[in-house]
């Protein structure tokens, strides 16, 4: 069982920097691949970035790629989402995800993750 806990949301003007963090329960946490998500109204939701189980392999969606970075502390059992240069199409609630899953491989499918988080507001004023 795991349970995440996202933080770091809130209100950022078009062209500045946000940083979300996941904190996980669980002595297993090095085992699971993790992702961030997120979801706007009326939409649904979508993959934004996902990193494997040993932190060696990262994806993103082509929204996120050159502008968000993903990384993953086993020790410290969290996984983080830096977005910079943020634009107003990236306002949504966004949403950590894990699935234990010990391959190098990452997920991005958001059917395959078994655990996800209560969700944290980014919103992007123009």
């Known amino acids: 069982q795991v349970h995440l806990v996202e933080s770091g949301g809130g209100l950022v003007q078009a062209g500045g920097s946000l940083r979300l963090s996941c904190a996980a329960s669980?002595?297993?946490?090095?085992?699971?691949?993790m992702g961030w998500f997120r979801q706007a109204p009326g939409k649904d939701r979508e993959f934004v970035a996902a990193?494997?189980?040993?932190?060696?392999?990262?994806r993103y969606a082509d929204s996120a790629k050159g502008r968000f970075t993903i990384s993953k502390d086993s020790a410290k059992n969290t996984v983080s989402l830096q977005m910079n240069s943020l634009k107003p199409e990236d306002t949504a609630v966004y949403y950590c995800?894990?699935?234990?899953?010990?391959?190098?491989?990452?997920?991005?499918?958001?059917?395959?993750?078994?655990?996800w988080g209560q969700g944290t507001q980014v919103t992007v004023s123009s």
């Open positions: 995800g894990a699935v234990r899953y010990l391959s190098t491989n990452v997920v991005v499918r958001s059917t395959m993750y078994e655990y």
């Open positions: 669980g002595r297993t946490f090095s085992t699971y691949a």
């Open positions: 990193i494997s189980q040993s932190g060696s392999n990262t």
